[in-house]
């Protein structure tokens, strides 16, 4: 899915002036070049995105060298939340929402996956993010007026699409953009109301928002969302500052997010 990618980008960076011994590419497999990059004394630091797993194996492996501790920066995948309270304005939560959400066609780590909407205003909200769902295009990304583009190879939407038709059997569907384009790999963007935070039980790569309401204490829906293991990204919609800062001293993620995507 990435070598081509990576491979392009150096070549920029060569032909831009970067010294070819200053940044190199190595394609391989983690278990052949990246295990023997991390056990290399001469490593003094490593930086990974990939899978949970994985990265805690190289956390492993570069405990039982000798010598220096090297650092590990790893960014792992996220069950991304938003929590919406009652004080929150509906349509600045609805742009986020569509921002963060379906663009990208929601490939990307830090991309909302479960919105968390006080029961109070969820109707109302429910009802604006329909409305906004119904007007975005999902097409060719080369077109000016795609909002959304593809999924990135057959695989994925092919796993995405079955979580889709389980969805359809066990949740509620709120809302689903129209797929107008013959295109292969495309997948409308589609929003689903589940009972339960702990419903969700692991990260859907594509434009999949799970819906869920919430009512009572805070403290309890960040609990919820801790439970899930994944510490990516958080966000929070709330005109209470106080509400905010509380739900960033609960929450065990890297990045916590503000009345913004």
């Known amino acids: ?52 797993a994985v ?10 060298k000798d010598g220096p501790i090297v650092p590990l920066i790893a960014e792992t995948g996220g069950l991304n939340a938003m929590i919406v309270d009652s004080t ?7 742009d986020a929402v569509v921002t963060s959400a379906f663009r990208s066609a929601g490939q990307r780590c830090s991309a909302l996956r479960l919105l968390c909407l006080h029961r109070s205003i969820a109707d109302g ?11 975005l295009r999902v097409g060719d990304p080369a077109e000016l007026a795609t909002d959304v583009g593809p999924l990135i190879d057959d695989e994925a939407h092919a796993a995405i699409s079955a979580h889709v038709q389980r969805l359809q059997q066990g949740a509620r569907l709120l809302a689903r953009t129209p797929l107008q384009s013959p295109l292969p790999r495309l997948l409308a963007p589609v929003a689903f109301e589940i009972e339960r935070v702990a419903d969700l039980k692991a990260e859907v790569f594509g434009p999949v ?13 960040v609990a919820q969302i801790n439970a899930l293991g994944y510490g990516l990204t958080l966000g929070v919609q709330t005109r209470i500052d106080s509400r905010a800062q509380r739900v960033a001293d609960l929450a065990r993620v890297g990045n916590v997010y503000v009345n913004r995507n």
Request: aromatic letters at 4%; one cysteine or more; glycine letters at 8%.
């Open 209 to 221: 928002l799970h819906v869920v309401r919430w009512d009572g204490e805070v403290d309890a829906l």
């Open 125 to 135: 909200v429910i009802a604006m993010l329909a409305g906004a769902m119904a007007e």
């Open 88 to 94: 929150a304005l509906p349509e600045q939560v609805v």
């Open 55 to 64: 990265a805690r194996a190289i956390q492993r492996a570069l405990a039982a």
């Open 1 to 52: 899915q990435t070598p081509r990618v990576a491979q392009r980008f150096i070549a920029l960076l060569h032909a831009s002036g970067v010294p070819a011994d200053a940044v190199q590419l190595l394609h391989g497999l983690g278990e052949t070049v990246g295990a023997q990059l991390v056990a290399d004394p001469r490593t003094a630091g490593v930086c990974f995105t990939g899978s949970t």
